[in-house]
Every structure is written in C-alpha cells, then in structure tokens.
C-alpha cells in the first residue's frame, strides 16, 4: 500500500479528467428535482381511512393529497 499513488499522477490527464466527469454523472442520477415540491409533514388518520387508500394500492398517498384538494374546494379549515 505504501507504493500506491493517486491516480492524477499514474493516469494520462484526458483519461483521468474523463473518470472523474463520469464519477460527476453518476452522481446525478435518479429523478430530476420537482419545479414544485411537496412539505413532508406527519398526520394521524383514523384506522379505516389508512385501510380504504393503501387498498387502492400504489399512490395512495397521492389519492389522499387529492381528496383533501378536493374537500378544500368547498371547506374552508377551522
């Protein structure tokens, strides 16, 4: 281990500027960032209306953020 030496100084300098703008990418991964987020926030819901959403099955959470949407349409919030 003692020999060993960072790669700047073993590698041609186009093949190591090259690894390192991959390493960059690679980084970069995944989903893009949303223009429009989401607050993560905790809330206690009663047993059946958890139940009745997760049954629907993927998305549920979704599905709840829209009925609220919806209830706001016509409620305003005391």
């Known amino acids: 281990m003692r020999r060993?030496?960072?790669a700047s100084d073993v590698l041609?300098?186009?093949?190591?500027a090259g690894l390192l703008a991959?390493?960059?990418q690679a980084r970069?991964?995944?989903?893009?960032?949303a223009e429009v987020t989401k607050e993560r926030i905790t809330i206690?819901?009663?047993?059946e209306v958890v139940q009745r959403f997760?049954?629907?099955g993927d998305g549920w959470q979704t599905r709840i953020d829209a009925a609220?949407?919806?209830?706001?349409?016509?409620h305003t919030p005391a």
Do not use: V
């Open 4 to 6: 060993f030496r960072p």
């Open 12 to 16: 041609p300098a186009d093949l190591h």
């Open 22 to 24: 991959m390493n960059r």
């Open 28 to 33: 970069a991964r995944g989903r893009p960032k």
């Open 44 to 47: 206690r819901l009663s047993p």
């Open 54 to 56: 997760r049954a629907t």
């Open 68 to 74: 609220l949407k919806d209830w706001l349409k016509t």
